[in-house]
Nanobody
Framework: VQLQASGGGLVQTGGSLRLSCAAS????????MGWFRQAPGKEREFVGT????????NYGDSVKGRFTISRDNTKNTVYLQVNSLKPDDTAVYYC???????????????????WGQGTQVTVSS
């Protein structure tokens, strides 16, 4: 299984980015996909998840209303649209996948079996 995250970069406060995570080696539509982020010196933080079908999403409190997760099961890809970026959003963003995770564990990094390598998002003030 491989998860390849991309789309990060340097952006000014208030800007936007679209992160992508391309999956291979798994039956993508059977996996819940999650996004997490980690800033230097901090624990990995839950950003959000999208259900197998793409119908349901969940978000961490710090990103609600600004970030949107979607997926395209025909392309084996999950997306994270990040808007109204703030310097506090600066972090490495990771995608994750699991096919047996329960809803109560969506925000727990250890419950995900597969991880991408991360893509850096830096927001300048």
């Amino acid at each position: 299984v491989q998860l390849q995250a991309s789309g990060g970069g340097l952006v000014q406060t208030g800007g936007s980015l679209r992160l992508s995570c391309a999956a291979s080696g798994l039956t993508f539509s059977r996996y819940v996909m999650g996004w997490f982020r980690q800033a230097p010196g901090k624990e990995r933080e839950f950003v959000g998840t999208v259900s197998r079908s793409g119908i349901s999403t969940n978000y961490g409190d710090s990103v609600k209303g600004r970030f949107t997760i979607s997926r395209d099961n025909t392309k084996n890809t999950v997306y994270l649209q990040v808007n109204s970026l703030k310097p506090d959003d600066t972090a490495v963003y990771y995608c994750a996948a699991d096919n047996v995770i329960s809803a109560s564990d969506y925000d727990k990094p250890l419950q995900y079996a597969y991880w991408g390598q991360g893509t850096q998002v830096t927001v300048s003030s």
